[in-house]
């Protein structure tokens, strides 16, 4: 087993990337051909996605991974139905 570890990242140390009408803080993983700062033991996606009307974000989940969506704010269409 591994000791833990802390990793401690302020607001400035993690970028937003814009695309079309998405705006993603890589938290952690990677995301078009870009990566977050935090180190993950097992390999992870943790984002801060941000959509402006009419915005969409893809992001294919490997095969045997968790998922956990967290919208706090608007509607989300999840593969054409709507869940919030």
């Excluded at 000791?3 to 952690?28: L, M, N």
């Amino acid at each position: 087993m591994d000791d833990p570890v802390y990793q401690e990242f302020t607001k400035d140390k993690i970028d937003v990337f814009h695309q079309d009408k998405v705006d993603v803080k890589i938290i952690s993983g990677k995301w078009q051909g870009k990566t977050g700062p935090v180190f993950a033991r097992t390999p992870a996606y943790y984002f801060d996605v941000n959509l402006q009307p009419g915005g969409k974000f893809d992001l294919p989940i490997p095969t045997g991974w968790n998922t956990i969506v967290f919208p706090y704010e608007g509607e989300l269409l999840y593969q054409g139905k709507e869940i919030v």
